[in-house]
């Protein structure tokens, strides 16, 4: 089976699950990355979801039912101290790593999220200006190529003036001030060199 098949299959099963849930949730991670900006080798799903209310037994239920099983023992000592459900998709054998959300900026997120069809699938990805911050935030060497090639895919049509202001409340937020330079450098290595 393809990894794109694979993909296409687990989140077949994994929307209807959700959708019970509220439908609060979104995509992100390399899968988002290939949405918004270019191809990457990936071997799993991350998704962010906002339970209400917030208590993942029901949701672990739901998710064996449709054929997903957890990667841990203990789910609940494990989602205490990460916030994550981790599964596996039992038919294609794919990881998908659930976030569960908290207020603030996931919740942010998952508001704007952007709905896409995979194979005639709804499944809504963080949008590509909230996914340039993620991979800012995180700012390994990866993360920023990711961030280039985003800027790159998305072109005139990436709304720069709201990473910016995205980045800025952050950096207010976390009394820091080394995002948005680190931003703008990406911005900088993406713009071609004249002549």
């Known amino acids: 089976m393809s990894e ?4 296409s299959s687990l989140f077949r099963a994994l929307a209807p699950v959700l959708a019970g849930f509220g439908g609060r949730w979104y995509v992100f991670g390399a899968q988002a990355v290939m949405v918004w900006g270019r191809p990457r080798l990936t071997s799993d799903v ?6 209400e209310p917030d208590d993942p037994s029901g949701l672990v239920a739901a998710m064996g039912s449709a054929g997903f099983d957890l990667r841990v ?5 494990f989602v205490r101290r990460t916030r994550v459900l981790p599964f596996v998709h039992r038919r294609t054998g794919m990881p998908l790593d659930m976030v569960l959300a908290g207020p603030g900026l996931e919740e942010e997120f998952a508001n704007d999220a952007v709905e896409v069809s995979v194979d005639g699938v709804a499944v809504p990805f963080i949008s590509p200006v909230d996914l340039i911050v993620t991979k800012i935030l995180a700012g390994r060497p990866k993360d920023l190529e990711d961030v280039r090639g985003i800027v ?3 072109g005139n049509g990436l709304d720069v003036a709201r ?3 995205r980045l800025r409340q952050i950096e207010q937020a976390l009394d820091q001030s080394d995002l948005a330079p680190l931003f703008e450098a990406q911005l900088r290595a993406t713009i071609p060199k004249r002549t």
């Open 4 to 7: 794109q098949t694979a993909v």
């Open 163 to 165: 990473v910016r202001r």
């Open 152 to 154: 790159l895919a998305q």
């Open 46 to 51: 991350d998704v962010t979801v906002r339970l």
């Open 73 to 77: 023992q203990d789910a609940d000592d």
